[in-house]
């Protein structure tokens, strides 16, 4: 950072910041780059109408990348609110909270709150099905361990990631501090203060600063790379379950959810939000059960009660056999109020041969909501036949009509699965105008000054701009958030990886 745009640093923000930070356990999550780009992505994976045409608006996509960015700011202040934003039951009292304030048609003010709600919904998404299909691969084949890289696996894979897609300049920090303060406190039994959270935004910008900045640096890419062979290899394979492309359709249909609830539907009754199988396809699945390849993987609508889970839930059976369960293990990846679940074979599967699942009532979300409906799909370790794929089923996908869908996903031949993205995704989406200007000049052509100079000018205007946009109490953030003494950075982003990797062991371990 340049020395005159530490002069723009609000000092005593800063020191409060980096105090709380080397006093706790918090960290500024890595990955906020990735969070961004997966979060145009599930735009482009809406179908269109209504939240479609919303989350298009050239004025809503900074505030949906905030939204995306949002919950890992709670680590960089070493407050609650970060790890409770990543989860359904404050994304819902959001909701509920727009919906008691606004009503459709919905105004601008309604409108900045929801483009929030979905990006801050989408980090946490990205986060489950990252941590509990990705990770495990990564664990599995790369022989270095999360913390081999300076700011983990997660740092390295972002940048990585920007290496690949070219870097994006931060948005404007963006935080509806004053409206969110008040909904933290039925869950977490204490207030928070808006001005905390006003902080953490702003830091939390900078894992977007660093990503660019090591995506540019050619043998930093290759040194995360020779760290993180499948990792950083496999970070941008749309075959590969949990990595970034495999997030967008199912954080769209996870956004059609919360559209829902903001219209008044609350019935635990949409489709899956995914399903993920090993090299993109239910076909020539993995047989062998020691390797988390032989997963098969999919997202619930509705965060679950894991509790209320009994042996005839989730079944899986050997088509053509009698009805008989395949004895597997059914991991409910995080736990209470989450939606990913594995389901991991304890035996080999069979070679030739076709299973279905099944996920039938009762089961509860964590709210004690009955899931009001049967949802059966297949996958096989059969060849894929010629031709399957070209048409792709929406029964389980995003679309308007999916609350209609029928109660059954068929067996692989029907299964939508995951089709893949194209690889053009994000310069696709950046195509339209509601989503243009968003990537800044590609990895190889910037340089660290170039990078750093931006956002100095990028936390100016957001301090000239601070009046304007707001509305409704919603306030812009103070130029701190967007400077930050060089010298400082490092130290920042090595304790916000350092306190993710906490997070994720003490979410195993609870
Ligand atoms: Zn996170």
């Given at each position: 950072m340049p020395e005159n745009s530490i002069s723009q640093v609000r000092r005593g923000a800063w020191c409060l910041a980096i105090g709380l930070l080397l006093t706790g356990p918090a960290a500024l999550a890595n990955g906020n780059y990735t969070h961004g780009w997966v979060a145009i992505d599930a735009v482009r994976q809406l179908p269109s109408g209504d939240l479609h045409t919303l989350l298009n608006r050239v004025d809503l996509m900074p505030i949906l990348r905030n939204g995306a960015m949002f919950p890992d700011g709670g680590y960089a202040v070493n407050d609650e609110y970060g790890e409770t934003s990543h989860w359904e039951p404050f994304h819902l009292a959001y909701a509920d909270w727009i919906r008691a304030t606004f009503q459709p048609p919905w105004t601008d003010d309604a409108a900045r709150h929801i483009a929030f709600l979905m990006g801050m919904s989408a980090h946490g998404m990205s986060d489950q099905l990252y941590d509990g299909m990705f990770l495990p691969r990564h664990r599995f084949?790369?022989?270095?361990?999360?913390?081999?890289?300076p700011y983990g696996v997660d740092g390295a894979t972002d940048t990585c990631f920007a290496a690949i897609k070219g870097t994006i300049e931060p948005p404007e920090p963006w935080v509806p501090a004053e409206e969110l303060a008040p909904l933290y406190e039925p869950l977490l039994g204490h207030p928070v203060d808006a001005e905390t959270i006003r902080l953490g935004q702003g830091l939390v910008t900078f894992a977007i600063v660093h990503a660019n900045t090591e995506a540019s640096d050619p043998t930093i890419v290759a040194g995360y790379l020779q760290t993180f062979p499948w990792a950083c290899g496999h970070q941008?394979?749309?075959?590969?379950?949990?990595?970034?492309?495999?997030h967008g359709r199912a954080v769209a249909a996870y956004w059609k959810v919360l559209w829902a609830r903001l219209h008044g539907d609350t019935a635990f009754?949409?489709?899956?939000?995914g399903t993920f199988f090993t090299g993109g396809a239910?076909?020539?699945?993995?047989?062998?059960?020691?390797?988390?390849?032989?997963w098969v993987s999919f997202a619930m609508p509705r965060g679950l009660a894991?509790?209320?889970?009994?042996?005839?839930n989730i079944v899986v059976t050997r088509d053509g056999?009698?009805?008989?369960p395949i004895p597997v293990n059914i991991s409910?990846?995080?736990?209470?109020?989450?939606h990913l679940v594995n389901v991991q074979p304890k035996q080999d599967w069979v070679q030739d041969a076709s299973y279905t699942i099944t996920i039938s009532p009762p089961l509860d979300s964590w709210?004690?909501?009955?899931?009001?409906r049967t949802y059966v799909f297949g996958f096989s370790t059969l060849p894929q036949p010629a031709g399957w794929g070209d048409e792709i089923s929406?029964?389980?996908?995003?679309?308007?009509?999916a609350a209609e869908a029928s109660e059954e996903i068929a067996n692989p031949a029907d299964?939508?699965?995951?089709e893949g993205f194209p690889a053009d995704a994000f310069e696709a989406v950046s195509d339209t105008g509601g989503l243009a200007?968003?990537?800044?000049?590609s990895a190889a052509e910037s340089t660290d000054d170039s990078v750093r100079a931006d956002t100095g000018e990028s936390a100016a205007d957001s301090a000239e701009t601070s009046?304007?946009?707001?509305?409704?109490?919603c306030s812009m953030l103070p130029d701190a958030g967007s400077a930050v003494p060089g010298a400082l950075l490092p130290c920042l982003l090595l304790l916000l990886a350092a306190a993710r990797r906490v997070r994720r062991r003490c979410q195993l371990d609870s």
């Open positions: 084949y790369d022989v270095n361990g999360d913390d081999a890289a941008d394979d749309p075959d590969a379950p949990g990595s970034p492309p495999t009754d949409k489709p899956l939000l239910p076909w020539s699945y993995p047989l062998d059960s020691s390797n988390p390849d032989s894991p509790s209320t889970l009994l042996p005839t056999e009698d009805t008989v409910v990846h995080y736990g209470l109020h989450s709210d004690g909501m009955p899931m009001q929406t029964a389980d996908g995003p679309p308007d009509e299964a939508s699965g995951d200007d968003l990537s800044g000049e009046g304007g946009k707001g509305g409704g109490g």
